[in-house]
């Protein structure tokens, strides 16, 4: 393996973060199925979703994600994977606070994530453990509040979010930067 690949897939710090299990996840699809691999040269051909045709090695792939982001595709685990070299059978679906991954996704979990990350709120104190915290009248913690919003719902309210930022397991990021308002890891 190069350096280049190693910088990759010998950092389990990156594939353990939200955006990359998101890719993990969608390598393991049949519609991820690779059309053909070399494992002597260790590159692959993916079909896209678009019916055009990614080449794919372990240190790039010319899909838009891997142009973009300059980070592991789905392409590039599934190819790992059909190498033997990441295995896509082991991939914990569960982030902070045991939600899956995904959920941070849904558009209904984008808007409270964004409430959490802007709206003004007041934090008291926390408790003896400092497992949770008064925020705005209720008590939260990465699991569980007492507000109506997740008594109703049992997902992640504007409360829950905002003690997973000031745990830094969310960085906030501008609202102006391509629309992006955070990154979950």
């Not at 190069?2 to 969608?26: C, G, V």
């Not at 994600?65 to 789905?74: A, N």
């Amino acid at each position: 393996m190069t350096a280049a690949e190693n910088k990759f897939w010998n950092n389990a710090e990156l594939h353990n973060d939200e955006e990359q299990i998101f890719r993990q996840l969608k390598a393991r699809s049949n519609k991820c199925r690779p059309l053909s691999i070399s494992k002597d040269e260790q590159k692959g051909i993916f079909p896209g979703a678009d019916r055009s045709i990614y080449e794919t090695a372990l240190d790039n792939c010319t899909c838009k994600d891997f142009g973009f982001r300059k980070l592991p595709c789905k392409h590039m685990y599934r190819l790992a994977h059909e190498l033997g070299l990441f295995r896509l059978d082991k991939i914990s679906t569960k982030g902070w606070g045991g939600w899956p991954v995904t959920l941070h996704k849904e558009s209904a979990q984008q808007d409270r994530l964004f409430r959490g990350a802007y709206e003004e709120m007041s934090i008291g104190h926390p408790s003896e453990d400092r497992t949770n915290l008064q925020i705005n009248h209720c008590r939260a913690s990465l699991t569980n509040c007492t507000c109506p919003d997740f008594e109703e719902r049992k997902k992640p309210c504007k409360h829950i979010y905002r003690m997973a930022i000031l745990k830094g397991l969310i960085k906030k990021i501008p609202p102006s930067s391509s629309g992006k308002k955070y990154v979950v890891y």
